[in-house]
């Protein structure tokens, strides 16, 4: 029998991982992941099953999804969105500009990957990544936010860097008919 | 004043708790409202628990840094929405409650406004704009009741034979004062729970975390208020009150499926046009059929 | 009268992508607007300077997400006119079908996002719902949803066998009939005409004198679309213009909307003409070049021109892209003086504007 302060707990934490409010930011992206984030609303992957509204406001967001390769003028910008956002958050990169610049590394405007300005806890690899990777790495965020950062090194918690990779799907493999 | 007794304490217990649990209960009310919208859009919908899943979320985030007056009217704000539901509940002047919730409403304006952000005082405008509709709204429904039950207090009301039935244009305005409580199509112009619009998040732009559950809980209870007095009326015959409701949530997921969202010109037009029409329909046969006059 | 003034953006939930623009309001009513460019910018064009010919196709394509064929063609035509090749008639029909679908998922992609802005979420559903078969057909086709890299230079990378083509005709099919179910709830709602009705109107003077392209040019009387040119298998598959001359947010529908039948023709005549079709995939392209070339294709959102530098190098001496949305963020600007803060969306959104194209 567990007492009341238990209870409590439980719920707080059951809660926090079935309300992810999702805040997408264009780091420079070129508009194919920002598109495959919001088809993770539409109907064929229903993202709103996992409690996930689409915020516009970073002080409201739990889950920050950063598309793109982070260039200069985004920057600052970036980082003010995720110093906004209260903890528990976590940041979800997508495709592979935001791992690592992607095809854009070494272009003249672009830094990087975003993990040059923001602490990534999982990365959705992909050019674009279908909706439903990017679904999975945030599925695969969800346990990070039942606690607070802080409270979660201290306990030992789920690893802050957990990174999502996955086998090419059955269907997304081309099958061509035999002649 | 002598101590209050046994009875009395035990009436004040379940008072407390009733007002307590009218927010939760629409909480479940709007988690069945997100499942049928997302139905509709032949999606997946959350599960029926995930408003009170966003609420505690939001309870507790750790806190941002908050405007200080801003927060002072939110708290305001939620103790005077939930004064109001106890006040209908505990059997007192309806006119008074109706007021008092006009009051708290007002104290959510000023707590959207107080702030700097450009979109959350456009958002606290509009809301404005909600309030001017449905207040003359609501005052109208407390008069109407009033006019059959010979008395304004909730407790002659409840015991009068259920005003709906003699009222029958009544239940339009309450549907109409529903539909603005639950900000559907088209009241829906302030805020939104899908920030795909040009206010982003309207007046609540500004709240994050607890202060943001505390105006969610703000807005329960003023959808929780709207119900009371649909109850009220139908105690006699749950199932009118029950249909009304079920009626009203079916008219109103339907037009916000079917139609854009509208300027808050023709909100205002609508929400007038069909509640208060209505409603002086009720009161003018209320008062040549009623069973008191005022 | 008090002024207000609403940073829209950078990151505004309406738009995927950031812009920002500084509003004055005067009441609820824009009175003036700046737009602050340069968020996505990531200096493709130079980057392309130093990367060889065939390397900087995939670059290209990246420009953009959703028109990525229109820059791959693009491109592919103008080192096409440097080599002095002519590609095979099979790999024209090809990237016609290819470009027509990126049309029809962009068109719907749009539709969706314009329901969106006004507040008409169950459009934004159905029309992204639709899209979801279009995208099914570029991964049965391509074997990706987005990007699909088909486009080689001097011809496709890909090919759609004869064996493929009922799967292909299967997955047209749903995607009309997903089309006739909402159609009732583009052109068949009287709610939605008069949200859109009157808002950012261009009159076609205007249009013609802001140098206007694609469909924002089309919906205010200017018959204009770069596919009459020929280019791609359009010498055999002629298109006539779509043409409206209300010049609002409302014209602008309802030639997307048209638009999109016409691509699902376009689509189903070049996959007849494929079937049977003997023939290479592609002609060789050397690597080094000399000269200049522009090439111009019809973009999604309006024509889109390349031009390619060469100096017998491996890699182009200067690529310039001029996108249609640089053409037509002229028309948001001259529009939104005068318009309500409600319809700001829905003015930006109706030029369909992509700024990743924009900034590259």
Known sequence: ?179 | MSLPGLPNLLALAALVAATALAPLSVGLLLGVDRRVTAAMQLRAGPPILQPWYDLTKLATKTSLPVDRLAASLLVAHVVLAAGAVALVLAGGDLIAAVLVMGAARVLFILAAGAVESPYAQLGASRELILLLISEPLLLLVAIAYGGVAGSFSAAAVAAAQAPVLTLPTLGLTLGVLLAIALRKSPFDLATSHHAHQELVKGSTTEMAGFWLALAEVGHWYETAFVLVLIALASLAAPLVGIGLVAATYTVAIVADNTLPRATWRSALWIGWGIGGTAAVIALVTGRLFGAGGL | MTRTVVPFGPQHPVLAEPIQLELTLEDEVVVDAIPGLGYVHRGIEAEAERRPYDEDLPLLERVCGICSVAHAVAYAQAVEVLAGVEIPRRARLLRTFWFELTRVHSHLLWLGLAGDAIGFEALFQSCWRVREDVLDLFTATAGNRVIIGVTALGGCRRDIPDTLQPTIRAGLDAVERGLAGIAPFVLGSEAVARRLAGVGVIPRNVALDLGLVGPTARASGVAMDVRRSGYAAHDELPVEPVVETGGDALARTVVRWREIGESMRLCREALDRLHRLPGPLATRVPPVLHGEAISRVEAPRGELFYYVLADGEPHPTRVRVRTPTFANLAAVLSMLPGTQMANVPVALLSIDPCLSCTER
């Open chain 1, 1 to 179: 029998m567990r007492g009341p302060r238990a209870l409590w707990q439980a719920w707080v934490r059951r809660s926090r991982t079935k309300s992810p409010w999702i805040v997408h930011f264009d780091c420079g992206g070129c508009n194919g992941c920002d598109i495959e984030i919001l088809d993770t609303l539409m109907p064929r992957f229903s993202a709103e099953r996992f409690g996930v509204i689409n915020v516009g406001d970073p002080r409201q967001g739990d889950i920050l999804l950063v598309t793109g390769p982070a260039n200069l003028r985004n920057a600052a910008v970036l980082r003010s969105v995720y110093d906004q956002m209260a903890e528990p958050k976590a940041v979800v990169a997508v495709g592979s500009c935001a791992a690592h610049g992607g095809v854009f590394r070494g272009a003249p405007n672009i830094l990087g990957g975003v993990g040059e300005l923001v602490p990534v806890d999982v990365f959705v690899p992909g050019c674009p990544p279908t909706p439903e990777r990017i679904l999975e790495g945030v599925i695969a965020a969800l346990p990070l936010l039942a606690e607070p950062r802080t409270a979660r090194q201290a306990t030992g918690g789920p690893s802050p860097m957990s990174i999502v990779m996955l086998e090419p799907r059955e269907e997304e493999v081309v099958r061509v008919p035999a002649s």
